[in-house]
């Protein structure tokens, strides 16, 4: 059984129906499970700020698919769920980043785990430190806990809504 950490990300439509829907989905995959989920964070956007708001979300989940399996588990449910990679960065229904899994480090042309940018992501370790705030960052040497000190304040770039939501009973 493998421990993974994912970020959740909506900025168009029913933002936290497609995160609920996705929490499901993942609950859904075989032999995995989501084993605990953040508040919700409604988050400025990064690298395109031409673009509505993001709901955010990170969750925890045991799963007996390797990495690159869940991953592509991943970008699947993405699929369904209207995801489209028309612009880097762009609007989307959905975003789905596998985080870390388990204290491996992948780095190959499909996936690079730890995710590459989550260290200076206030919008992926606010809601990871909530969950996991001692986890440690394979590579770094850091907790989430410091990483969120070291960000400073993030003024209302990213700010808490609502607490955990529970998945879509439709997915």
Not at 5 to 34: F, H, Q
Not at 132 to 159: C, F, Q, T, W
């Amino acid at each position: 059984m493998h421990r993974a950490w994912i970020g959740l990300g909506s900025n168009l439509g029913d933002r936290l129906g497609y995160i609920k829907k996705a929490l499901a989905m993942v609950g859904a995959l075989p032999g995995t499970d989501v084993v605990n989920v953040s508040s919700i964070y409604d988050t400025r956007p990064v690298g395109r700020e031409e673009q509505p708001r993001f709901l955010n979300a990170a969750a925890e989940v045991t799963t007996d698919l390797d990495a690159r399996a869940f991953m592509n588990e991943l970008l699947a449910i993405e699929d369904r769920c209207g995801r489209f990679r028309r612009v880097a960065w762009g609007p989307r229904t959905l975003d789905i980043d596998l985080l870390l899994f388990d204290d491996v480090q992948i780095e190959d042309p499909e996936l690079t785990v730890p995710h590459p940018r989550m260290t200076k992501r206030p919008f992926v370790l606010i809601p990871l430190e909530e969950i996991a705030p001692d986890l440690l960052i394979p590579g770094v040497g850091k907790n989430i806990r410091l990483l969120v000190r070291e960000i400073g304040d993030v003024g209302s770039d990213v700010k808490r809504i609502g607490g955990p939501p529970s998945p879509a009973v439709d997915a």
